[in-house]
T-cell receptor, first 117, second 111 residues
Framework: EAGVTQFPSHSVIEKGQTVTLRCDPISGHDNLYWYRRVMGKEIKFLLHFVKESKQDESGMPNNRFLAERTGGTYSTLKVQPAELEDSGVYFC???????????????FGEGSRLTVL | RKEVEQDPGPFNVPEGATVAFNCTYSNSGSSQSFFWYRQDCRKEPKLLMSVYSSGNEDGRFTAQLNRASQYISLLIRDSKLSDSATYLCVSLSGGYNKLIFGAGTRLAVHP
């Protein structure tokens, strides 16, 4: 069974440009999450989708970030315009249930590494 | 103050050694849940084990939670080369949908 897949694995762009990251969750997982790790910091929550609806977007840094999940399948995270501090690794994760207290298990993709020059 | 704090390491240990990591947390509710994740270099984090107040063991790995002192520990016995990785201490937010990660503790096991 395919795991969570993310594309691209690495993107290098200049400040002010736009980048769109894509995530395909595990088939059947209604819950999809975006997290990111900036250099030297911990992995931080960005937002949580249940199917196509945003359940929690409290971690989104600002309005330069736009996440979508049309149709409740794959998701995209667009950064426009990108700033230097947006550099980091963007992880997507999915789970069957949104109540993580039982197992705490999220299935992560390998991440999309974004470098903004 | 960060919600979850860990010693970044690295911990350099020989094969066969026993190594322990601690993690402290803040802003806890009595029902807050905790986990250890493992992340290999340039790979995704993967759940290693949950942490229960009564302590729990999975093979060579033992996790403990001390709510009174607000710390979590992970003990690895008989270290293997394949245990080399970053170990992430994770708490689950009160809303039960958001994982809060520590920055990770790096372990390097050498021959």
């Amino acid at each position: 069974e395919a795991g969570v897949t993310q594309f691209p694995s690495h993107s290098v762009i200049e400040k002010g440009q736009t980048v769109t990251l894509r995530c395909d969750p595990i088939s059947g997982h209604d819950n999809l999450y975006w997290y990111r790790r900036v250099m030297g910091k911990e992995i931080k929550f960005l937002l949580h989708f249940v199917k196509e609806s945003k359940q929690d977007e409290s971690g989104m840094p600002n309005n330069r970030f736009l996440a979508e999940r049309t149709g409740g399948t794959y998701s995209t995270l667009k950064v426009q315009p990108a700033e230097l501090e947006d550099s980091g690794v963007y992880f997507c994760a999915s789970s069957l249930t949104g109540r993580l207290a039982n197992t705490g298990e999220l299935f992560f993709g390998e991440g999309s590494r974004l470098t903004v020059l | 103050r960060k919600e979850v704090e860990q010693d970044p390491g690295p911990f350099n240990v020989p094969e066969g050694a026993t190594v322990a990591f601690n993690c402290t947390y803040s802003n806890s509710g009595s029902s807050q849940s905790f986990f250890w994740y493992r992340q290999d270099c340039r790979k995704e984090p993967k759940l290693l084990m949950s942490v229960y107040s009564s302590g729990n063991e999975d093979g060579r790995f033992t996790a403990q939670l001390n709510r009174a002192s607000q710390y979590i520990s992970l003990l690895i016995r008989d270290s293997k080369l394949s245990d080399s990785a970053t170990y992430l201490c994770v708490s689950l937010s009160g809303g039960y949908n958001k994982l809060i990660f520590g920055a990770g503790t790096r372990l390097a096991v050498h021959p």
